[in-house]
């Protein structure tokens, strides 16, 4: 049984940090490209973050020279590091793992909330 589990969220200030980590189980990861995304109460789910098989990355504007997506299939985990944070960032964040390696698979977490409040 497949299962991703995202850790790491909670409450900072603006201006400050956060690692947020997606642990995949049951899969091998290194097959699999990773998206974070987010959905703040009463938007649409939105991509934040993609990193691929190859570890090549994009990001969405808005995030872009404050959040990294790295992945470490060594421990089958894939991480967002967040800095200046801005309250607008403030979501519930979920990692979605996909493959075309074995046919189309595709995967979703139960997401970790992020709350950036002063």
């Known amino acids: 049984q497949v299962h991703l589990v995202e850790s790491g969220g909670g409450l900072v200030q603006p201006g400050g940090s956060l690692r947020l980590s997606c642990v995949a189980s049951g899969i091998t990861s290194s097959f699999y490209a990773v998206t974070w995304h987010r959905q703040a109460p009463g938007k649409q789910r939105e991509p934040v973050a993609t990193?691929?098989?190859?570890?090549?990355?994009n990001y969405t504007n808005s995030v872009k020279g404050r959040f990294t997506i790295s992945r470490d299939d060594a421990r089958n985990t894939i991480y967002l590091q967040m800095n200046s944070l801005k309250p607008e960032d403030t979501a519930v964040y979920l990692c979605?793992?996909?493959?075309?390696?074995?046919?189309?698979?595709?995967?979703w977490g139960q997401g970790t909330q992020v709350t950036v409040s002063s």
């Open positions: 979605y793992a996909e493959t075309n390696s074995f046919g189309r698979r595709t995967y």
């Open positions: 990193i691929t098989t190859s570890s090549a990355t």
